[in-house]
């Protein structure tokens, strides 16, 4: 008998080779905590709970690199299933508390609980096909056998409710991901194009007389008096200076 020490995903590979690498649950190659983190200490233990399967970007390709746009594009779709799923998480657990006393009850919050296992279904395929990131599924759900055992069982399913624990979570973090990362996109394509857009503002007047194009500030409801020549003048506040002994 051949022992398997913590560290070593299996004893073999299915062609009879020994591994020569960190493995996932499918078989796959994975990384380790390290690799991703850029430490890439030797002898370090594969993470089982994810696998990368995407090479670094330098930073200067970053920008027109397509998994950026893909990672952007995860941050908008979440976003849009964010509200869904929180709505969903708040339905389930007030509908659980206020008809749980009934057959009924039963029936519908265990399938509501259970229901949160396939939200985090559609969050692990968009993590695979957007960010190129394998999450381990948990365990499938078993149905014991009886109708009374099936109702608690599904009802104490304990991945539903972490499915549920996660889109609560997830409902402000969408948002705030969303509006900073479009933010910072909207105005660094601002300052970078601002050469091609920047003939068309309306033309402002500085305060020493100057014009230029720009957008105006909202007016504060006070403005400073200014001067001409055909007009007495005396206000200490005038711009031009006029009146002033």
């Known amino acids: ?71 952007f594009g995860f941050l908008w779709l979440a976003l849009v299933l964010a509200p869904f799923g929180f709505t969903y998480t708040v339905f389930t657990v007030s509908f659980t508390g206020g008809i749980l006393a009934t057959v009924v009850g039963l029936v519908v919050s265990s399938a509501l609980v259970l229901g949160g296992r396939g939200w985090g279904a559609m969050y692990r395929s968009m993590a695979r096909t957007m960010l190129s990131v394998d999450v381990t599924a948990p365990a499938p759900y078993v149905r014991p056998r009886g109708f009374w055992r099936t109702l608690w069982s599904g009802l104490a399913d304990g991945t539903g409710w972490r499915a549920l624990a996660f889109l609560l979570v997830t409902f402000p973090l969408a948002i705030a991901a969303a509006v900073v990362s479009t933010v910072l996109l909207a105005v660094g394509l601002g300052g970078m194009t601002h050469w091609v857009w920047s003939r068309w503002l309306p033309a402002q007047q500085a305060g020493d007389g100057t014009w230029h194009r720009g957008a105006s500030s909202a007016s504060t409801g006070t403005s400073t008096p200014r001067c001409d020549s055909s007009a007495s003048c005396s206000s200490a506040r005038c711009s031009c200076g006029c009146g002033r002994t």
């Open 1 to 71: 008998m051949t022992a398997v020490t913590p560290d070593q995903p299996s004893v073999a590979d299915p062609d009879g080779t020994t591994p020569s690498g960190p493995r996932t649950a499918d078989g796959g190659p994975g990384r380790t905590v390290p690799e991703l983190a850029g430490a890439g200490a030797p002898g370090t233990r594969t993470d089982p709970r994810f696998a990368v399967h995407r090479a670094p970007v330098p930073f200067a390709r970053a920008p027109f690199a397509g998994v950026t746009w893909r990672e």
